[in-house]
Structures are given as structure tokens and as C-alpha cells.
């Protein structure tokens, strides 16, 4: 099956810092990836739709400038959370989108931790 | 806006029993749906979903679904629930089969 790759799986930095984190796909190539963030005991909240080789697509209240996101080739996209502090500790998850018959489908990393001292 | 709404953020069900996890949206168009489950420290896998085919959605692991339009419903259920079962699910919408509108999950607990 379609794999996805996040690294590092966690990571803690110290406030004013900014923290990559890489999302790929193993075996196939994906036009488009998903940055979702989940708090603890709630959903995913999609961040941004990244199509490669294009600016990605953030959704309403979602910083640009905060959350950079590079998708510079069909089997990489990054999120760098930029000038980190405590409020941005989440865990962050990211989706690769495969057509699979016809129809999309994503396929989800393990996601990353990220701490924010 | 689509939205999903989960009924109980915890289940609990013996070896066994019949699984139900409830999940109802809401959506301006025909919705895609979509059941995920996560098990600890792995990324979400997708159990099945409805793409406006069947309503009676079959999935892997012996998990089905059945879209009723009338009750805005999308519910899932196992005959027989398993302790390899024990996991947090979550029920997604979305308008164009892509970007997707999540609930904030059920913690199944599967007692011996």
C-alpha cells in the first residue's frame, strides 16, 4: 500500500526557534499533500493544501508566515513552523492524495510532536 | 461549511459485541464519507467510504457503514468486536472527495 513518511516524529525546541518538518511519500507521487494539526482529544484541523510546484492553500485563520510550507517535488512537501513558541506544541500530521480507481485518496503519515519550550 | 459530529468521545464494548460509532455531518452538496481509524503512534488508515455508490459501505477488517441520506447519518459498525479493535476512529466529510472535514474522533475500548 501507499506509504507516508513524516520526520522527525518528534522534535522540542526552545521558544523563538523555527522547527522543518518533512512529509514524504514512499511509493507514489502526489500532487497534493494536506498539513493537518491535532491538539490533544481533538480532530485534525487541516492547515494548508499543498500542490507541487505552487503556493499552498491555507485555511481561514491559519498564519502564512507562521507555517511556511514548501512542495517542491511530487514526493516532498515541508512545514516549518517559524519563530516557535508554546502555543504552536501540537502534533502535526501529514496526507499525501493518490487517485486510486477514480477516485482520491489520502494516505496519512504517523504524524510529529513538536514541543515548544 | 461541512461538519461532523461524533456521539461520545469514548465506547466501550465487550469481546464480542456488536461495535456501533456514531457519526452524523452536515453538508451543502452530496458528500463523500469517510471512516479512519488510528492506532497509537501510527498515522490514520482508512476503513471504508462512501462515494455516492452503495449506501451500504463495506471496509477492511470486517467494519461496514451505511449512508442514510434522511438522517444525515454515516454510522459504523462490526458484528463481532475484537481486542485488536481498541483504537480512536474518526469520521470525515468532504464536498470533492478531497480535501477533508474531520470529527473529533471515538476512543473504542474492547474488554475481555
Known amino acids: 500500500g501507499a506509504v507516508v513518511s513524516q520526520h522527525p516524529s518528534w522534535v522540542i525546541c526552545k521558544s523563538g526557534t523555527s522547527v522543518k518538518i518533512e512529509c514524504r511519500s514512499l511509493?507514489?507521487?502526489?500532487?497534493?499533500m494536506f498539513w493537518y494539526r491535532q491538539f490533544p482529544k481533538q480532530s485534525l484541523m487541516l492547515m494548508a493544501t499543498s500542490n507541487e510546484g505552487s503556493k499552498a492553500t491555507y485555511e481561514q485563520g491559519v498564519e502564512k508566515d507562521k507555517f511556511l510550507i514548501n512542495h517542491a517535488s511530487l514526493t516532498l512537501s515541508t512545514l516549518t513552523v517559524t519563530s516557535a513558541h508554546p502555543e504552536d506544541s501540537s502534533f502535526y500530521i501529514c496526507s499525501a492524495s493518490s487517485v486510486v480507481g477514480l477516485s482520491h485518496e489520502q494516505f496519512f503519515g504517523p504524524g510529529t510532536r513538536l514541543t515548544v519550550l | 461549511a461541512q461538519s461532523v459530529t461524533q456521539l461520545g468521545s469514548h465506547v466501550s464494548v465487550s469481546e464480542g459485541a456488536l461495535v456501533l460509532l456514531r457519526c452524523n455531518y452536515s453538508?451543502?452538496?452530496?458528500?463523500?464519507l469517510f471512516w479512519y481509524v488510528q492506532y497509537p503512534n501510527q498515522g490514520l488508515q482508512l476503513l471504508l467510504k462512501?462515494?455516492?455508490?452503495?449506501?451500504l459501505v463495506k471496509g477492511i477488517n470486517g467494519f461496514e457503514a451505511e449512508f442514510k441520506k434522511s438522517e444525515t447519518s454515516f454510522h459504523l459498525t462490526k458484528p463481532s468486536a475484537h481486542m485488536s479493535d481498541a483504537a480512536e476512529y474518526f469520521c470525515a466529510v468532504s464536498e470533492d472527495g478531497n480535501k477533508l472535514v474531520f470529527g473529533a474522533g471515538t476512543i473504542l475500548r474492547v474488554k475481555s
Open positions: 511509493d507514489f507521487q502526489a500532487t497534493t
Open positions: 462512501y462515494t455516492s455508490a452503495a449506501t
Open positions: 453538508s451543502s452538496v452530496p458528500p463523500y
